[in-house]
């Protein structure tokens, strides 16, 4: 009865902005935020008080509940009273684990202020930084919840003041990670303050918490906690009365969040590069639930009764049922059947959900995450919102196949649906072998891909051992090359070149892009990476993998109406290079002259296609070719007489130390290895040091193979594949 008393309850106060919060939970994984979510959970009547810390109401997966850690965002609509005013938060919990950092980014886009949890003993982790770093790049506020202090009382038995240093020191490292990655506006403002509140230190499993300002309003002193744990389950009890950690963390959130309309002015200039002088620009400013209809879609679910549901952020106007909405990147109108809100794993019908709120839309089958829905009379003046910009990419890949052959198509619908709901799924068929390769962000991120479509779609498959993506590059300069047409009609007169680690930084960060206006993105690579002006104004494609198309022609005679056309060849050979067939990446490549015969028919994709793919092929087979593999920073940490058995396993693996930290009888070591060598990594630093080491991972960078491993590795990849194994040379695609 609780619950859809309590659903009526959000609905109205959602019509009341200023009552509105948008918050994510994020953090390193098994730092806690899944056991947080519970007590939240609790609190709004959703799940008994009984079960809040071992429920995992959120992690409502098979897998997740198996492996206690959350593989997908998850979200719920809490309601709260804090002095004597409801208030509706809107809570996504969010993975920790790196491989699923891109649910973290699709889930930052619609929140306006961030929950970081913390283990009080692991402390500040690589993926704490990443995922701090994330929000501050959204505009996404961040407080601080210090959990598991209970563990530095019952492992590390420490006194109270002990207890405050490490408080203090958490405190430290993230405010300086905000100095660090905030934007100048924020900085001072969004530093955290414990004496106002800012920060939360409690134990999520135990179901208690404070902010300081509650416990000076209680009289809680550290030595009060630790003399209740001294007392045992019965302490406990009394500190979960004294001290209630939902309490400390909602009524946290309700004072420091900006509630949706303050922070959409700040917000939308960030995330929308739209004119914001226009009625869309300034309804979503306002946040004006009586605007046009404007809804960013973060997140794909594919209901196995409903469909596709499609939950997003409205930014400006008022959703209703049998609203018609225009998909800006799709260009496709849609009519939605069903909005609703979420109670975790259900969702409620409404009749209308305003703006500033999070929405769950049945109907919209077209859209994906990253879509833009604006109402279909303001078409004309929409503009999709940023492109999420993700800190990995797909670099560990398998092939897979059915056990059972007559599973072939129901196998192709499941990745066809799984791709849908997760972006950074990529799936592709082997054109030579016709094995489905599907390509994830890590070994966990595949291992959970084949659990789901086991328990999910009841399929059992075959998987190869993992195959590390890698991508081509090159290391010098080419000379012009002849492209020609298979009917000879067409040429194209092509060179190539590495691009600068500037331009690469700056289209990696998003600030030079394909859609953006050619004068403006001009200027930036003059100003920025001292292009000269020619080519700078030549930009004519970005592809995914961050290489460049120039157009330096002058004059040539049918060109533009074969640009897309030339273009699309450029992304063809980009797609899969000529060494191992791997994809490009941090390529230059200059279009200098053409020639295009004046009858369309002997110009269509089947001649322009060869010709530009065949000189580009040419112009990276002359120019130091190499494969780049894909590396991963470590964060290590380990009592101090096992240093050296760790350093000796990242040094044994192609790894280098970068730094070396002491935190009291703790060692952390920062280190980057080659993914490829990081397969048993777990296993392996588990055994050097008797079990005491805690790690995280993160995607650092693409970096050249090692010129002893590289002819070697090409042709392993080619073999493979199922090519000849020596890799071609420039005339097998033009004649010299």
Same mark, same amino acid.
């Given at each position: 009865m609780v619950k859809y008393k309590m659903v009526e309850d959000i609905l109205k106060i959602m019509n009341n902005i200023e009552q509105v919060r948008n918050i994510g939970i994020i953090a390193h994984v098994d730092h806690g935020k %899944? %056991? %947080?979510?519970?007590?939240?959970?609790? /609190?709004? #009547? *959703? *799940? @008994? =008080?009984? *079960? /809040? &810390?071992?429920a995992l109401a959120l992690d409502y997966l098979d897998v997740e509940q198996k492996r206690g850690i959350t593989v997908k965002s998850a979200n719920i609509s809490l309601y709260h009273e804090y002095e004597g005013k409801p208030y509706v938060i809107n809570l996504i919990d969010t993975p920790g684990h790196v491989d699923f950092s891109g649910k973290v980014t699709r889930a930052l886009r619609v929140l306006d202020g961030s929950l970081v949890v913390v283990d009080a003993v692991e402390g500040v982790m690589t993926q704490t930084e990443t995922v701090l770093r994330q929000s501050l790049e959204e505009r996404v506020r961040p407080l601080l919840f210090i959990n598991k202090v209970d563990r530095l009382i019952k492992e590390l038995k420490l006194t109270p003041q002990q207890i405050q240093d490490r408080i203090v020191q958490i405190i430290k490292e993230i405010n300086g990670l905000i100095e660090t990655y905030a934007e100048p506006q924020f900085r001072s403002k969004w530093k955290l303050d414990v004496r106002k509140g800012m920060v939360a230190i409690g134990a999520a499993k135990d179901k208690w918490g404070f902010t300081i300002p509650y416990a000076l309003s209680k009289g809680i002193k550290f030595s009060d906690v630790i003399e209740a744990y001294r007392r045992g389950p019965e302490g406990v009890k009394d500190l979960q009365e004294m001290a209630p950690l939902h309490v400390s963390l909602l009524d946290m959130i309700v004072r420091f969040v900006p509630n949706p309309k303050e922070a959409q002015r700040y917000r939308i200039p960030k995330i929308w590069k739209g004119d914001i002088n226009s009625e869309l620009g300034k309804a979503m400013i306002e946040c004006d639930p009586d605007g046009p209809t404007v809804i960013f879609v973060n997140s794909i679910h594919i209901d196995p009764h409903a469909g596709l549901v499609a939950t997003g952020r409205i930014f400006s106007g008022t959703i209703e049922t049998g609203d018609e909405v225009w998909l800006v990147q799709a260009r496709t109108k849609n009519r939605v059947l069903q909005v609703g809100l979420y109670m975790g794993p259900h969702r409620e019908i409404a009749e209308k959900i305003p703006a500033g709120n999070i929405v769950a839309l049945l &109907?919209?089958?077209? /859209?994906? /995450? #990253?879509e833009t829905l604006v109402a279909p009379e303001y078409k004309d003046q929409a503009y999709p919102f940023e492109k999420l910009r993700y800190i990995s990419e797909p670099v560990v890949t398998v092939a897979i196949e059915p056990k059972n052959a007559r599973d072939l198509p129901k196998l192709i619908d499941a990745l066809r649906k799984m791709s849908i709901e997760d972006p950074n799924l990529v799936v592709k068929i082997n054109e030579e072998t016709g094995e489905y390769l599907? @390509? #994830?962000m890590g070994h966990l991120h595949l291992e959970i891909t084949l659990t789901f479509l086991k328990e999910n779609y009841g399929l059992e498959v075959i998987a190869s051992p993992p195959i *590390?993506?890698?991508?081509?590059s090159i290391r010098s300069s080419s000379k012009i090359f002849e492209g020609k047409s298979p009917n000879k009609h067409n040429k194209f007169y092509i060179s190539v070149e590495p691009l600068d680690e500037t331009t690469i930084k700056l289209i990696q960060e998003g600030i030079i892009s394909e859609d953006q206006d050619p004068r403006e993105r001009a200027k930036i690579l003059r100003d920025r990476a001292g292009w000269d002006t020619d080519e700078a104004r030549g930009v004519i494609a970005i592809d995914e993998r961050i290489n460049v198309f120039i157009d330096k022609t002058k004059g040539v005679q049918h060109l533009r109406e074969v640009k897309d056309t030339m273009i699309g060849g450029f992304r063809y050979a980009m797609a899969e290079g000529p060494l191992a067939h791997e994809p490009v990446r941090g390529v230059k490549v200059i279009l200098h002259d053409a020639v295009i015969h004046e009858d369309p028919a002997h110009r269509g994709p089947a001649q322009i296609y060869p010709a530009v793919r065949n000189a580009i092929f040419a112009g990276m087979l002359t @120019?130091? =070719?190499t494969l780049l593999e894909p590396i991963q920073k470590l964060d290590i940490r380990t009592p101090m007489e096992y240093m050296g058995n760790v350093t000796r396993v990242v040094t044994q693996r192609r790894g280098r130390i970068v730094t070396v930290l002491q935190q009291g009888p703790m060692v952390r070591i920062i280190a980057e290895m080659p993914v490829a060598e990081s397969q048993d990594l777990a296993t392996v630093l588990r055994s050097v040091t008797a079990g005491r080491v805690f790690w995280g991972t993160e995607f650092s960078r693409w970096a050249p193979v090692p010129d002893s491993l590289l002819w070697d590795l090409v042709r392993k990849i080619r073999e493979r594949k199922g090519l000849k194994p020596e890799p071609p040379k420039p005339e097998d695609f033009i004649s010299l």
């Open positions: %899944t %056991t %947080t979510s519970d007590n939240l959970l609790m /609190a709004a #009547g *959703i *799940i @008994s =008080p009984k *079960i /809040a &810390g071992e &109907g919209v089958d077209k /859209a994906r /995450a #990253g599907i @390509s #994830g *590390i993506v890698y991508r081509e @120019s130091k =070719p």
